[in-house]
């Protein structure tokens, strides 16, 4: 599933620019009925007041029943834009390996080679995103943490790169390890039984399916590809 990371998606999300005082100017002055007074001429007399930005803010900021801190919607607004779900890397390295599989035939299918060099290169990408992200700022990225004052901890790029590797090491693992291709084997055998049973009735062609075939210390290089790309950015 990989590590539940909250942020601003990618860097993608921009908190909306709301000139906060001039809605409140607007329902507060121009929306509000105009009041009438007794003029000294014996009749009604209508008056508008214009209310300074300093005097929205003191009066916003007051704890007179319907009013709201600025502030604090402020905050909230950042809150919100800074903690949106956010896919984890290991559902990003599935979903691209997947995006190489679509629409192409069992027999078409990329090679055990192929499908590496994909989840290498969208790890390596991942990465890049990270490093650009936190150089120009605009990346904001949080985990769960009980210590924290609301629960998350705020992570650096160090973080990032480190739950990355992580995550794509154990993705590595999964799909190219020594279970996995136990697993293919057994899943490839099953398949072949099932399709000989089929021909012996007179129904199915009979086609037989040959489990991938990984080279030899095929996902350690792997990972060893991945670590060294970090290493190579943390110098």
Known sequence: MGMNIVGNVNGSYKAPKIDLFEIAEQREVDQQPVKTV?????????IKVNISKEGLLAFHGSKLQGSY???TQIEQIEYMSEHQPVVSFTNRLGIALQDSYAGVAYENRPSVEDQGNTVLNTFKKIADEIVSGYADGSRVRFVEDSSGEDGYRRLTMEDELAILQEEFDEF???????????????QINAINDIQKTKQR????????????????????????EGRTYIGGILK
């Open 38 to 46: 007794s003029s000294i001429f014996g009749k009604d007399t209508a």
């Open 69 to 71: 801190d600025l502030n």
């Open 172 to 186: 590595v693992e999964s799909r190219f390890g020594k279970k996995y291709q136990e697993w293919n084997i057994k």
């Open 201 to 224: 009735l007179g129904i199915g062609d009979g086609k037989v399916y040959e489990p991938e075939k990984v080279p030899e210390r095929f996902a350690e290089n792997l990972i060893k």
